[in-house]
């Protein structure tokens, strides 16, 4: 049997993952975290309605169990680190081996050490250099580095472990990705939404950069990550595919926008369910079609209670995919053009929510954002066709034309 890994979140010990004869995969909670007076959260599902810590969970086959799966990335992505590292890309156990030394938020996974030996075991590399991968192992299928600052640029680590920056590169089939994320942050933040530091970096300004061949721009978008604190401290963070205990390859269907609504209000109150509703008005305002559930999280600042991490992967989708729509249901409707307060008055009534604070916060999210698009599209540094695109789509809505 493949030894086990060792589960921790920051420093604590709390879990183990085993994998079985059958490739099938189980996680169990060691006795010492559940018996903590004040526990950290590792995930809303592993709990039960009472708060209470869920003991019984099923194995996996092949996939680990959803809430690991989705710390892990996807695609090209995946298929290149797998590579790398000399691992099947669909064996996800041995994935997150590879890949348990920076993982998002706090989670950390190792080979569990020998009780008598205290060495880890050997079938596994004792560290990442000894495979010695480019080393990118935050989830999502765009290609993205951790890396540190070092005097004007940027820098991925050898180890690539410990940086406190993403580098998230140009895309190689559609122009000024970078600069349109970059845009579409600075409105969400002038808006209201909170959002992380941004910078966009010359690609010759990045150092440690493998040859990944040629892309479409000269420029990456450097995020600073909000689940690194001072000092490489790592702040827990679960993505909405971990809430619901779904596996990635289902992001985009088996939750609505007024399932997360509930959600929201119940576990943040009156603050968060404000902030959701003004990001997902501003998603329709720049027609962005990506907003599915590993777009939205919860960051746990003090390890237990959630709030709603800042916006990140804020793409107008619309210049590229002229037919885009949400990425999930938002009262039964996902075409950007349709939806009308009708159906954030049914989101409400359906999440069992404020009807007045949902209407109230998308009136005043739609005419701040056309106000401030309206002075500032100028100064981004988009593309006129990416400028004029955006614009046709937001004609279009009929939320706007009300």
């Not at 007076?37 to 099923?58: H, I, M, N, Y």
Request: proline share 6%; with cysteine.
């Amino acid at each position: 049997m493949t030894p086990p890994l060792a589960v921790y979140l920051g420093k604590q010990c709390i879990g183990t993952l085993t994998l079985h004869l059958g490739d099938s995969s189980f996680f169990t909670f060691e006795e010492s975290y559940l018996n903590m007076p004040k526990r950290p959260t590792l995930s809303q599902s592993f709990l039960a309605a009472s708060g209470e810590v869920v003991l019984v969970a099923k194995s996996t086959r092949v996939k680990l169990p959803p809430f690991f799966s989705n710390l892990l990335p996807e695609g090209h992505l995946r298929d290149y680190l797998a590579k790398r590292g000399g691992v099947n890309p669909a064996r996800e156990f041995m994935l997150l081996a590879l890949l348990g030394d920076d993982l998002p938020g706090a989670v950390i996974v190792k080979p569990l050490k020998d009780s008598s030996t205290g060495e880890s075991t050997p079938e596994y590399p004792n560290s990442l250099t000894d495979v010695k991968p480019f080393h990118f192992s935050l989830a999502g299928i765009q290609l993205k580095f951790s890396a540190i600052v070092k005097g004007n640029g940027l820098t991925i680590p050898a180890d690539g472990v410990g940086g406190n920056w993403i580098i998230k590169l140009p895309a190689q089939n559609f122009s000024h990705v970078p600069q349109n994320e970059w845009a579409m942050l600075h409105l969400a933040s002038a808006v209201g939404i909170p959002v992380p530091e941004t910078r966009l970096i010359k690609l010759d300004h990045i150092s440690g950069l493998p040859d990944l061949g040629i892309f479409r721009d000269t420029q990456a978008l450097a995020v600073k990550r909000f689940d690194r604190g001072e000092r490489g401290k790592r702040i827990h963070i679960e993505d909405f595919a971990q809430v619901y205990n779904l596996f990635p390859e289902d992001k985009y269907g088996k939750v609505s926008y007024d399932n997360i609504a509930n959600m929201v209000w119940v576990l943040t109150g009156e603050v968060g369910l404000t902030d959701f509703i003004r990001r997902l008005t501003f998603t329709i305002l720049i027609g962005n079609g990506d907003m599915h559930l590993k777009n939205w999280s919860f960051i746990y600042r003090d390890g237990c209670t959630p709030e709603l991490t800042p916006a990140y992967d804020f793409v107008s989708t619309i210049p590229y995919i002229p037919s885009d729509n949400l990425a999930l249901k938002l009262s039964g409707m996902k075409e950007f053009r349709l939806i009308t307060m009708e159906h954030f008055k049914k989101l409400a009534i359906k999440a069992e929510v404020p009807t007045h604070l949902v209407l109230k916060t998308v009136q005043s999210t739609v005419e701040t954002t056309l106000d401030i698009w309206k002075t500032t599209k100028k100064n981004y540094d988009l593309q006129s066709d990416i400028i004029n695109r955006i614009e046709k789509h937001i004609d279009s809505l009929l939320i706007v034309r009300r």
